[in-house]
């Protein structure tokens, strides 16, 4: 049935307020169940072995002993996961990654599995088994491992992209072009041409809940697992055609989910825990320690990015260009693409090219990570921007104001946008009082700008009313920071009655029709849409219902305030029904009431942010304090002001911490050497200012209520804002992010030399 | 199992439990007591999550032997509420949102309530240093320190009022 | 109508960036695309997004297309 998505402009009551969240009392009294958090009767312990090496043939894996040990009930390697994938490649690099299968190809890729009695018969089951390796040359960095003398990581690998189709393999899986115009006319034109090179370093998204699941599988192939996940309906579908499942004897549960933010889209242990259980017949629990966190789920690529800009000396851009390599871990990915995507898109630009380089190394499968891919290149094209505004002599505002896209402007990446926010944020950025405030000595200022697609997706919404009035609402999204606050905000809105009657539930994979992950920041944009179009729904059952117990026709019926008015001078004697009235009586008037929906969510509506930081940094130690931090972007509607605030927060803290602070080290031996939160330091409270907000509201055309997700945009500008800001301080540009103190005092060491 | 028989008090309550001479006190807590509200995000004593008080003392869990417990009284955030009324700092932090996924919560209201009773008007610094061992990725602080600060100041307007 | 391909796309149409293709609406636009380059099914299995007149579309094949419409084939993008 097709909705009516477009934005309506109604004065709303309930939206916009900041009520408490219903799970509150959950989560702060310990009652709240996460992944690790669930147990059953009989269940084993599922314990993975691991790889100790970057690349190597594994010639023979030995499980006898282990198989022996009392107290091991399973024990699994890659022989046990026949490749049931129909010739899917993503299906079988997702399988390899989850168990290899005759080659290690990272520190940390899993090769054995055990289930056990407990921990301690689990870990030495791990150790009784023997894997002989034969090493293999490794290469872990992006640039090395595009020359040719780089040991190629799949020999099956082509560069997709590339006409004619080459014949032989590379690690550069795919090339991706994206641009209009002609930028070597553009260029003849401009006065002034920056061009510089930039490099960023891998992170993890940091989650705080390791990866965790409780798997269930029996003989008959029926099962259940509950997990933390961001998708709990792709993991169904995932695990089932790995292990050859029926999606529909498979229930899987969303745990409440100790964060995400694109890690947890991916399956990672969930097939060997379910696949453990089946072996030993009673369920299996599997936790994650951190360096397994670290070692073996989804980082985001570390990048090499080259950069090039023209402009006038009047401060028009003419032409600019970006050539991206992105490292995808073992396996292939489109984060170049993405970053090729995003990297001009905050501009209106007549000749544009960028071109993205995928690119295979030996570590971790890189996953999403909040906005993936954007930030890196955010850094590399907000840089030079800055430096083209400096050299034009062009204040770096109103250089970005003077060539920020518009409605009708032609994205870097292809269509022509809409309504949008870049304007309006650097004009918030120009008027804001940070701007004025004065810096001292050492310190310096940097703004940047940011881009976010957002994306909708396949959503089903179930609103039940209870005869008390009550109302039940159960959504397939995950509530990874909020979200149930905003629903339930959204559900009171259309219904007319107050929020603390609304009741949101997350359902099981069994309980609702399918829901895409919860992920492109469309959690409360697309169930936000759905629990609309529900309520809606159930609307017009109550109308029906009050209809027949006036005994007048339902076009007499209208729906307001939270009751059912009888229209028309005619019906001058009935007196409104309310929603409480009319579920009250309606065992006897039809039986229960209920709204339903699903919807594919589409137009979820780009979203734009600008960033301004001040930094101190010292240069006696090269540490920099971030002194003052101020988001501003654009959300189309804050269902719930709260929770909009902390995404803008949450995502400039974490680009903080990458821009500062956050990396993965390999040693050459091709080994992680910083596998835990003591060496991998996220900003703690005392690195931190508090984080100015400023929340725009430019609606979405294509949402009833104008919503725009707003969950991934706020950390595309933190690398870039900081980056200008230390460069601002130190006199020198930053060109490699993490800033650490080593590389910001090497950076002030170069340029006085 | 070389089994240790431990008897401890755990917020308030006498428990006894048998464990492993070398299992950590977070796995007593969570795997033989079901208190899940302690959470595990490292095992380290880097990220907070398992934050405890023993006798009193803010403690990472994970660092803790279930046998050293012996004899101690342990609180964790269970036991944070009484006669279910919520306390101050979990009213404050629902109020103001300080809690996006709320994996990191009970460790920080386990750790912001031990700072107030040492020092029951914290600077922003002060509380910013005292939780710098608990670990958030979703907040970026701003609201947990808040909520912390308007938590004290209500706890200082109750005692005065008690007075 | 004329559709534009981006990214790794133009590759599966021997290297165009623009081809011209017929329907009223993304699932036929689609169709036709696939009958004229074979090449592209894989694309489609992978997931694709198609900008019509700017708006983004990943999975509503039923939305119709207007005549003379800017319509632009991208990569499926994923999320965080
Ligand atoms: S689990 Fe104890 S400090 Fe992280
Ligand atoms: S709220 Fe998620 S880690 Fe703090």
């Known amino acids: 049935m097709p909705y009516e998505t477009d934005y309506t402009n109604q004065g709303f009551t309930k939206v916009g307020t900041r009520v408490n969240r219903p799970d509150g009392v959950d989560k702060v009294t310990g009652r709240a169940k996460y992944g690790a958090d669930a ?18 043939l594994i010639t023979k894996i030995d499980t006898s002993k282990a198989e022996k040990l009392p107290g091991v009930k399973a024990v699994l390697t890659g022989k046990d996961f026949p490749d049931l994938t129909g010739g899917n490649r993503g299906l079988m690099d997702i399988l390899e990654n989850c168990m290899a299968r005759g080659r290690a190809l990272y520190d940390g890729h899993a090769v054995a599995a055990v289930a056990a009695i407990d921990a301690d018969t689990a870990n030495k089951a791990l150790k009784l088994i023997k894997v002989t390796y034969k090493q293999l040359p490794h290469v872990t960095d992006v640039d090395e491992a595009i020359k040719p003398s780089a040991p190629i990581i799949h020999d099956w690998v082509r560069t997709a992209g590339v006409t004619p189709a080459p014949t032989t393999a590379s690690n550069v899986a795919q090339r991706s072009e994206f641009g209009h115009g002609d930028v070597d006319a553009g260029f003849a034109q401009a006065d002034v041409i920056i061009e510089k090179s930039f490099k960023t370093e891998q992170t993890h998204q940091g989650y705080i809940e390791p990866h965790a699941c409780l798997a269930t599988l029996g003989p008959d192939g029926s099962g259940e697992l509950w997990v933390t996940t961001q998708g709990h309906f792709t993991f169904r579908n995932v695990c089932a055609s790995l292990l050859g499942l029926e999606v529909a004897k498979l229930k899987v549960t969303s745990s409440e989910i100790g964060g995400g933010f694109g890690g947890k889209t991916h399956v990672w242990t969930e097939p060997v825990a379910l696949q453990l259980s089946r072996k030993a017949n009673r369920p299996v629990k599997l936790v994650m320690s951190r360096d397994e966190v670290f070692r073996a789920t989804g980082p985001t690529s570390s990048t090499s990015v080259d950069v090039k800009i023209g402009a006038k000396r009047n401060g028009k851009i003419t032409a600019a260009t970006a050539e991206l390599r992105y490292q995808s871990g073992a396996f292939p990915g489109m984060w170049a693409m993405f970053g090729a995507m995003t990297s001009f898109a905050c501009y209106d630009l007549k000749n544009v090219k960028s071109v993205g380089f995928d690119v295979l190394v030996n570590r971790p499968k890189v996953a999403a990570y909040r906005a993936p891919s954007a930030p890196m290149a955010a850094f590399a094209v907000e840089s030079v921007v800055d430096m083209l505004a400096a050299e034009i002599g062009m204040d770096a505002v109103d250089f970005r104001i003077k060539n920020a896209a518009k409605k009708g402007t032609k994205a870097s990446y292809g269509p022509v946008y809409g309504p949008i926010g870049i304007g309006p944020t650097l004009d918030a950025v120009k008027n804001h009082p940070h701007m004025k405030r004065k810096l001292g000595k050492n310190q310096g200022r940097g703004v940047a700008c940011g881009f976010w697609f957002n994306f909708g997706g396949q959503t089903c919404t179930d609103l039940n009313i209870g005869v008390d009035g009550s109302v039940n609402l159960t959504v397939g999204t995950v509530d990874v920071g909020g979200s149930r606050a905003s629903l339930a905000l959204i559900a009171a809105e259309e219904l007319g009655i107050d929020y603390e009657q609304v009741r949101v539930t997350i359902g099981d994979t069994n309980s609702l029709g399918h829901n895409d992950t919860t992920e492109g920041s469309r959690g409360t944009f697309s169930s936000g849409m759905a629990t609309i179009f529900a309520a809606r729904n159930a609307v017009e059952v109550l109308k029906q219902r009050a209809a027949a117990t006036w005994d007048i026709p339902v076009e007499q019926v209208v729906w307001e305030a939270g009751e059912a008015r009888a229209k028309g001078k005619q019906n001058n004697n009935l007196p409104p029904l309310s929603l409480k009235e009319i579920a009250a009586k309606s065992p006897r008037t039809g039986g229960p009431i209920a709204g339903h929906n699903e919807v594919v969510a589409d137009g979820a509506g780009v979203s734009f942010a600008s960033h301004m930081c001040d930094v101190e940094v010292d240069p006696e130690t090269g540490a920099t304090k971030i002194l003052r931090y101020t988001v501003v972007q654009d959300a189309g509607k804050a269902i719930h002001p709260d929770y909009v605030e902390g995404q803008f927060q ?15 080290i390999y040693g050459d031996d ?54 200008n800001a230390v460069s601002n301080a130190v006199g020198v540009r930053m060109t490699h992010v993490p800033m650490s103190p080593p590389r910001i005092l090497k950076a002030i060491e170069d340029g006085q030399a | 199992m070389n089994g240790v028989t431990v008897s401890a008090k755990v917020n308030g309550d006498a428990v006894q439990y048998v464990c492993p001479a070398d299992e950590s006190l977070l796995d007593v807590l969570r795997n033989r007591l079901n208190l899940t509200g302690v959470k595990e995000g490292c095992g380290t004593g880097d990220c907070g999550a398992c934050s405890i008080t023993l006798d009193g003392r803010l403690v990472c869990a994970c660092l803790v032997l279930g ?6 009284e342990i609180g964790t955030v269970e036991g944070l509420s009484e006669g279910g009324k919520l306390h101050p700092l979990q009213e404050e932090f629902i109020e103001k949102a300080a809690l996006q996924c709320g994996i990191c919560t009970p460790g920080f209201l386990v750790a912001a309530k031990s700072l107030l009773e040492r020092n029951p008007n914290p600077t922003e610094e002060e509380i910013r240093y005292a939780l710098a061992g608990n670990l958030c990725r979703c907040t970026g602080y701003d609201k947990i320190v808040r909520a912390v600060q308007s938590a004290a100041k209500i706890m200082r307007r109750g005692k005065k009022a008690a007075r | 109508m004329e559709v534009q391909l981006s990214g790794i796309l133009s590759q599966a149409a021997g290297g165009a960036r623009c081809v011209a293709c017929t329907g009223a609406t993304i699932g036929e636009l689609l169709q036709s695309l696939v009958l004229q380059y074979p090449e592209m099914q894989m694309h489609l299995d992978d997931g694709i997004a198609v900008a019509v007149n700017g708006e983004i579309y990943r999975d509503r094949r039923d939305q119709p297309i207007p005549s003379n419409a800017d319509v632009f084939l991208l990569p499926r993008i994923q999320g965080g």
């Open chain 2, 67 to 72: 046998a050293e417990a012996e004899g101690r």
């Open chain 1, 650 to 664: 949450g995502g400039a803290a974490q680009g903080i911490g990458w821009a500062l602070n956050e990396e993965y």
């Open chain 1, 670 to 723: 091709g080994r992680l050497q910083n596998a835990g939160f003591l060496d991998y330091r996220i900003p703690v409270c005392s690195d931190l200012p508090f984080i100015d907000t400023q929340i725009l509201e430019i609606p979405n055309p294509n949402h009833p209520y104008g919503v725009r997700g707003v969950g991934e945009t706020s950390i595309v500008p933190p690398l870039a804002a900081i980056g």
């Open chain 1, 39 to 56: 147990n059953a009767a009989g269940q084993l312990v599922g314990r993975v072995l691991r790889s100790p090496h970057a690349h190597a």
